[in-house]
């Protein structure tokens, strides 16, 4: 059975960076063929994706609010997805979450126990 762990997050102020690491551990994860994506929830609000990169690492998406801001990498020697946030803004306040799904699968079907980000103002 596969695990991702996130970890990375914290309190800053708006302005600030944080980096956010999710490993990948248990065969599952043991192949590159992994799509992986970076997703958060705010309080009353849904979960929603903030990004996405491929398998191999040359396809990203984002979403509007952090095109320009964020920016997600992998790393697969090390099985670990990363995710930059810079000129963080009191609204990227949210419990973020790494997910892991099959490159041929739609669906995300691993997840992460979720890290905390608070952005003050």
């Known amino acids: 059975q596969g695990q991702l762990v996130e970890s990375g997050g914290g309190l800053v102020q708006a302005g600030g960076s944080l980096r956010l690491s999710c490993a990948a551990s248990?065969?599952?994860?043991?192949?590159?063929?992994?799509?992986w994506g970076w997703f958060r929830q705010a309080p009353g609000k849904l979960r929603a994706l903030v990004a996405r990169?491929?398998?191999?690492?040359?396809?990203?998406y984002y979403t509007d609010s952090v095109k320009g801001r964020f920016t997600i990498s992998r790393d697969n020697a090390k099985n670990t997805v990363y995710l930059q946030m810079n000129s963080l803004k009191p609204e990227d306040t949210a419990v973020y979450y790494c997910?892991?799904?099959?490159?041929?699968?739609?669906?995300?079907?691993?997840w992460g126990q979720g890290t905390q980000v608070t952005v003050s103002s």
């Open positions: 248990g065969q599952t994860f043991s192949t590159n063929d992994m799509g």
């Open positions: 990169i491929n398998w191999s690492g040359d396809s990203t």
């Open positions: 997910a892991a799904k099959p490159s041929w699968s739609v669906d995300y079907n691993s």
